[in-house]
């Protein structure tokens, strides 16, 4: 009888460790969300500002993962999480039966080098640049770096990525000889180090570099807010099905309340 | 009750069913990864054949067309010509482990033989800690100080004008993406070949020197011939670490899908290139797309399979050389 025991304490350790702890106690109705890295500073914040509300407290449990649009909606379309962040809109491909509920709105800034005071770009010179038609600064009028355009973008996978081919590109193509960053971090950091850069980062990310007018309209948070400013995108709340119980509560209260509608302000454009 | 068992003096017999049985565990967890993974990439090598690892178009390209495939699974698009990241993978690569093998075995003879003590006192915990150091760290010391400084002070506007139209050089290159991998896996081949020269039986080395050879002959001659099946496993282990190396390379290498052209001369080491881990980790976002997913799924049973070869490679690399070998 005991010959065996090692092996099989082994067995159910790895057992245990795969299933998993069963959730909490049905009392407290527990919330998770996983997804965009763009939305889980704002839905961190929002979930905070939901639990400061009296009936609230003790009710509701927050846990929240981050790791991309797409993680986010492929965890809530199997049923891992109760929302998925997504920064970018639904796509064809997505599976079936998802709801976008939409939570507030986010600018996609043009940003150089800081020694490139570069004042503003038209639609079409971005156009032009971004797809390797103007390879050169001196092409640029307003540039003060001179020399070759180095293009910084987003992967294939990227909410931002999607969000700029949309607002910015139309059915140009992006140039293939740009290099392609992982997150909005790195493509910041890019920019930063090379005088000769030029890329997109949400509007989060602007510290550091020279942020470009679009349009002649600066990329800030009153702009973006006044609608006056063209690069603005959504963020969203992915549910499988309408929403349901405290995740359609939360929801409800981030799309209507006046209180979510300041937080979503400190550094984000409200849905109205 | 289970620690009357555990503390029991244990039979042989005991032993060996536990330990087989942690074995089995281990070995079972491999073979279940090695068949997942090469059946979640099956669709990709199935759709594109042996044209998978060659060349023609632009594979970023075909990873975005890939991701934006639509939702009937029969319309899914898998085609890809993954040329250029397989080769950034062995140039980067072999590169790096040549490099480092010359300096590792320097650096050994050095500290087994010729560093004064005190000198030796500080190189040896030095360079095992450094095996340690996380990639991450290399990463970000690349992304902030090398690839600034390429960028700015190594290529000039005229270099980078000429290839404008085919690849633009920013700093982020094969060159910072070779240096940084070779100090990073130098330390482990370093630690291996000091191992293996200090096995060399002492008699061996003093029958040398009996008869007049000097130090550096006999180390030449008689220490690093015998210790060639421990070099030939040092560069195993550091071309695995360098093959799986993701995190650091995707911060430096340029995040490009291209194959950087030797005839360009000394523009070849300007431009940039990403190996197949880098694109792993850059397009980890995509895995919920079902085509997308098994196309990395793809990348990683590529990786996967070249290391078990690596590992029979250098098994067979090491037959010849141990007629000469310490036998332990």
């Known amino acids: ?272 | 009750m289970a620690r009357a068992g555990l503390t029991r003096p244990w039979t042989d017999r005991r032993a060996e069913r536990t330990l087989g049985a942690v074995a089995s565990i281990v070995l079972i967890l491999i073979a279940t990864m090695v068949v997942f993974v090469l059946a979640k990439a099956w669709p990709s090598f199935a759709h594109n054949g042996l044209r998978w690892f060659g060349g023609g178009g632009n594979v970023d390209d075909q990873l975005k067309a890939i991701f934006n495939s639509p939702a009937d699974p029969n319309k899914y698009i898998y085609t890809l010509h993954a040329w250029p990241l397989l080769y950034g993978t062995a140039l980067t690569t072999f590169l790096a482990v040549g490099a480092g093998l010359v300096f590792a075995t320097l650096a050994a003879i050095f500290i087994v033989e010729f560093a004064p003590p005190r000198a030796r006192a500080v190189l040896e915990p030095v360079v095992r800690l450094l095996a340690a150091v996380p990639s991450v760290i290399y990463g970000l010391i690349g992304i902030l100080v090398l690839v600034k400084f390429v960028g700015e002070h190594l290529i000039s506007e005229g270099r980078k004008a000429s290839v404008i139209y085919v690849i633009q050089l920013s700093g982020s290159s094969l060159l910072v993406a070779v240096v940084i991998l070779t100090v990073m896996i130098t330390p482990i081949m370093i630690a291996i070949i000091v191992d293996a020269l200090r096995s060399v039986p002492r008699g061996w080395v003093e029958g040398s020197a009996a008869l007049g050879a000097n130090r550096w002959r006999t180390m030449w001659t008689i220490s690093v011939r015998v210790a060639r099946p421990a070099i030939v496993a040092a560069a195993v282990l550091a071309t695995a670490r360098a093959l799986g190396e993701a995190i650091m390379l995707s911060m430096v290498s340029g995040s490009v899908g291209f194959a950087p052209n030797p005839l360009d001369g000394l523009t070849f080491f300007f431009e940039p290139t990403r190996p197949l881990a880098a694109t792993i980790v850059d397009n980890a976002e995509g895995l919920s797309v079902k085509p997308f997913g098994q196309t990395i799924y793809a990348f990683a049973a590529v990786l996967l399979v070249s290391s078990l070869f690596l590992s029979l490679g250098g098994w067979a690399a090491k037959q010849p050389l141990k007629r000469y070998a310490v036998r332990t």
């Open chain 1, 1 to 272: 009888m005991h010959r065996m025991r090692l092996p099989a304490v082994i067995l159910i350790s790895l057992v245990v460790l795969t299933v998993g702890v069963p959730a909490a106690s049905a009392k407290v109705a527990t919330i998770t969300m996983s997804g965009s890295t763009s939305v889980a500073p704002l839905a961190a914040k929002l979930a905070k500002g939901y639990l400061k509300i009296k009936k609230n407290k003790g009710k509701v449990r927050f846990k929240l993962a981050q790791g991309g649009s797409d993680v986010g909606v492929a965890d809530v379309a199997a049923g891992r999480v109760t929302i998925g962040n997504s920064s970018r809109d639904a796509k064809p491909s997505d599976p079936g039966g998802l709801v976008f509920n939409p939570i507030a709105k986010d600018a996609i800034c043009l940003i150089t080098n800081p020694s490139n005071n570069l004042g503003n770009l038209t639609l079409q010179q971005v156009q032009d640049i971004f797809s390797g038609k103007t390879v050169s600064w001196s092409d640029v009028p307003g540039a003060s770096a001179s020399g070759p355009i180095s293009l910084v973008v987003r992967t294939a996978a990227s909410g931002t990525q999607d969000a700029f081919q949309k607002i910015f590109m139309g059915s140009a193509k992006v140039a293939s000889s740009a290099a392609q960053k992982a997150s909005n971090g790195l493509v910041q950091q890019a920019v930063k180090g090379d005088r000769n850069a030029i890329g997109y980062v949400s509007l989060d990310f602007v510290g550091g570099v020279n942020a470009v007018s679009y349009r002649g309209v600066a990329c800030n948070l009153r702009n973006a807010k006044s609608g006056e400013y063209g690069g603005v995108r959504n963020f969203w709340m992915v549910t499988r099905g309408a929403a349901v119980g405290a995740a359609a509560k939360f929801i409800k209260w981030i799309q209507t309340a006046a209180a979510a509608q300041r937080i979503v302000a400190t550094d984000w454009v409200p849905l109205r």
